[in-house]
């Protein structure tokens, strides 16, 4: 179920400024891992429940009617789920942001695995002497493509080829050429087996015979001295 809600927050900031003939501005838009289903209680959700990351404003259009604003969200090294957003405004002077416009949807499958782009028109009067433009608004036909810098930003998660290449690591060629094979180690020293049968490993003396013996490790070579 999705549900939207302007707050009377929001819009109270907007009037007052409209009022007095100064300026406010969307600064952001926070969101949420969780869903309401309810617009009461989405409008009047405390800032720890806007538990997301928050996106960037990268257009704004008052006027007609309506407000347009463009938001595009970072992508998250854990796929946070976009299940709820707030666009928050600020007035002239006050350092304090307070959401204007919430939409929630338990049913959404977005998730913040890449960088995310999405489009909002409130249904609220104000021209633009009151909230300024910003941005440019996109270009028809273009909707289903990637910005150049949501393309940079997404880059970012990557490696080039260069990069990997000096990071230490030796290619399959640079092994073959500097390493020995295990054929070849094999092929240039004994084994064990040859080391232990080809060397004198025990001696022993007969005084009955005056004989001195001198045997391998393993007993298959044997040598027999005669001392007289």
Request: hydrophobic content about 30%; some cysteine; charged content about 25%.
């Amino acid at each position: 179920m999705k549900i939207s809600v302007i707050t009377n927050r929001g819009v109270g900031i907007v009037r007052s400024a409209a009022n007095r003939h100064e300026k406010c501005e969307i600064v952001d838009c926070v969101s949420s891992t969780h869903f309401e289903n309810t617009a009461s209680e989405l409008a009047t959700k405390s800032g720890e429940w806007w538990d997301g990351a928050t996106g960037t404003i990268t257009m704004v259009r008052a006027g007609n009617g309506s407000l347009k604003v463009s938001v595009s969200f970072p992508a998250t090294s854990y796929a946070q789920p976009l299940k709820s957003v707030g666009l928050r405004v600020k007035a002239q002077g006050d350092d304090r942001a307070h959401v204007l416009y919430a939409v929630s949807d338990g049913n959404t499958a977005i998730a913040l695995n890449r960088p995310y782009t999405c489009d909002y028109e409130i249904p609220i009067n104000v021209s633009s002497d009151t909230i300024e433009d910003v941005g440019s608004e996109p270009v028809p036909g273009l909707e289903d493509y990637y910005t150049k810098s949501e393309v940079d930003n997404e880059l970012k998660n990557y490696y080039t080829k260069a990069e990997i290449n000096n990071k230490g690591y030796w290619t399959e060629a640079e092994i073959d050429v500097n390493h020995y094979t295990k054929t070849e180690i094999n092929n240039g020293y004994y084994p064990k087996s040859e080391i232990d049968g080809g060397y004198i490993a025990n001696a022993s003396y007969n005084s009955d015979t005056n004989t001195l013996t001198l045997s391998s490790k393993d007993g298959s070579k044997q040598i027999n001295l005669d001392l007289s």
